[in-house]
């Protein structure tokens, strides 16, 4: 079965920087689109980010365009999300999923906190 497993979260101060890695196993990672979306507190799930099976298209929400960046390492089965120049509204669960802008919750998520 589909197994994805976000780590990398934690508390950071506004204007730093965090690399979140989701861990896939079950599937077929390469032939996948992978995407990041997030949930803030009494919020619902937001889209982040997906990237195509080979990496060579991504896409990003406007609120985080210009600041993170997507990846993928087909050789490990894994997905990144680098995070700039982080926010307090950035604070939330990080959750990474199969399929190209799902909104979903693949595993368990990963805390990012952004405060000072």
């Known amino acids: 079965q589909v197994q994805l497993l976000e780590s990398g979260g934690g508390l950071v101060q506004p204007g730093g920087s965090l690399r979140l890695s989701c861990a896939a196993s079950?599937?077929?990672?390469?032939?996948?689109?992978m995407t990041w979306v997030r949930q803030a507190p009494k919020k619902g799930l937001e889209w982040v980010s997906s990237i195509s099976p080979s990496g060579r298209f991504t896409d990003y929400s406007d609120s985080v365009k210009g600041r993170f960046t997507i990846s993928r390492d087909n050789a490990k089965n894994t997905l990144y999300l680098e995070m700039n120049s982080l926010k307090s509204e950035d604070t939330a669960v990080y959750y990474c999923t199969t399929g190209n802008r799902a909104l979903t919750r693949g595993g368990q998520g990963t805390q990012v906190t952004v405060s000072s």
């Open positions: 079950g599937f077929t990672f390469r032939i996948s689109w």
